[in-house]
């Protein structure tokens, strides 16, 4: 799988590392097993990191149905989207529009500085 999954129970945050090529399907399994990390370590934070994504292609449709399953499976979890490139940011923001604003705690970023800065405020 193109994404490792690590906790930091000491920083209350669970990473998910993306590279290589990322598909629907892997961003499905991840978000299931962090949904799973939750329940088990209750992180209030996630931070997915694109740096090292090489390739990223969603559909509308996929991106739909991943708002809809982060909405039920992130329970709140305030969230950071490291999307260092022009395409990997469009994609991020096409996927965040479709997340209601009432039901969204998460924010893009293209720099892990201010990434970091705002998951620890």
Not at 38 to 65: G, P, V, W
Request: with cysteine; hydrophobic share 35%; aromatic share 14%.
């Amino acid at each position: 799988m193109p994404i490792g999954i690590f906790i930091d129970e000491s920083k209350d945050l669970t990473t998910l590392d993306c590279y290589g090529d990322v598909y629907f399907v892997d961003f499905v399994e991840a978000i299931f097993i962090f949904s799973e990390e939750i329940n088990q370590k209750h992180t209030r934070k996630l931070f997915c990191d694109m740096r090292k994504t090489e390739y990223l292609e969603l559909s509308a449709y996929q991106l739909d149905k991943l708002a809809e399953l982060y909405v039920s499976k992130s329970r709140g979890t305030r969230t950071a989207v490291l999307s260092p490139t022009k395409s990997l940011f469009q994609t991020s923001k096409a996927f965040e529009m479709r997340v209601p604003d009432e039901k969204r705690n998460f924010k893009l970023f293209k720099t892990i500085d201010a990434s970091n800065e705002w998951l620890e405020n």
